[in-house]
């Protein structure tokens, strides 16, 4: 057999820019969306003023899940323009909806201003912003991996790696106005700057579609009539088996998101310790999941990801029953950087197991309803539903994970055997 022609300069340098174009958006799309679990207490004090801990942290937690119902049908509509329209025309489309979500959230007046239109206003913006990132992933990683002629899974690992870094600097952001700034001006107004700082996502939009061209898998493959019709009258299993697939990636993301919550308010832990932890694990996303990415065009996706999920599965339940027998912020950033390890294993070789498993005229539809579908049954309720959990128990994070672990594991399985992925 003879090998494969080498690559022109050309077409390594077009790879290499448009993953960096799909980065630097994504990082900042998912800064907007992962920022507001971090505030989530400042949020809830401020526009739930009326209601009592644990009340008004679960309703502001579930403002967070409420972009989460809005999720598949931005996938639909999304992603259906995105077969349709092209590749950049659908990620533009995603970055000028998070921007106009984000200026809802940074400029938003609170309860104390405007009363009860305050929380509303919140609601609006997290439906922008789900609908937003309802067709982020399909269309970003389409971007990727089609714009790659080689090393797919490394260059789609660059979507995970800029979620570290945007949990990273959300986290960063979260510790900073936690141990800098007293209460009274962080409540004041210093709570919103991470937000003002999410606006940098225009910017970078208007640069995508000025300077960046289609990818040529897009450009040269057959047009569906109608991607969406098509993904749902020959595409329903194969799209349900991959939502299966994303649960141990969503659930790590959300977990880690929810415990800087979980440290303050039921283990009595300062606040800056669980954000410390958090920034820690998503630089080990960031930094690790590239050499995941790699190790996964070498060895293939699948055998990566179950393996990430068993050892998850298995070291759940003694994880948190050490961290909240003795609740230490050592423990705490121990069980983060177990949880960023976890996620940079399972989470980055999933991007272009998803490609893979969807043929090119639909696959924005079929990646973005498959991931959404994940995140919104499987992660985008989970801190709303632990907050109200752990009043009962407080090992309901590890029973939690270990439920979706085994999901996760069934539909890799299903994946391996009925849609040859590796």
Known sequence: MSAAPALRPDERARARKAVFAASLGNALEWFDIIVYAFMAPVI???????????IGLIITFGLFGVSY??????????????????RKAALTLTIALMTLGVALMAFAPTYATIGVAAPLLIVVSRLIQGFSAGGEFGSATAFMTENAAEHKAFYASWQVATQGASMFMAASAGFLLNTLVDPVTLHAWAWRLPF???????????????????????ASAEKAASPLGETFARHLPRVLTAAACVGVATMSVYLITYLPTFAQKNLGLPPWSGYAGAAVAGLIA??????????ADRVGQSII??????????????MFAVLTAAPSVSALIVVEVVLGVLMAAYFAPLPSLLAEMFPVRIRTTGMSLAYNI?????????PSVLAWLVTYSLQAPSLYYMAVAVLSIGGLLLARRLYVVR
């Open 305 to 318: 990801m179950l393996v990430a999920a068993v050892v998850g599965l298995v070291v759940a339940w003694p």
């Open 374 to 382: 994940g995140v919104t049954l499987l992660g985008g309720f989970a």
């Open 44 to 54: 809830s004090k401020l526009f739930f003023p009326e209601l009592e801990d644990p």
């Open 286 to 295: 960031l930094v690790g999941s590239p050499f995941v990415g790699a190790l």
């Open 69 to 86: 119902l809005i999720r598949p049908l931005g996938a639909i509509v999304i992603g259906n323009h995105g077969d349709r329209h092209g």
């Open 196 to 218: 003002i700082f999410g606006l940098l996502i225009g910017p970078v939009g208007l640069w995508i579609r000025m300077s960046m061209d289609d990818t040529p898998e897009f």
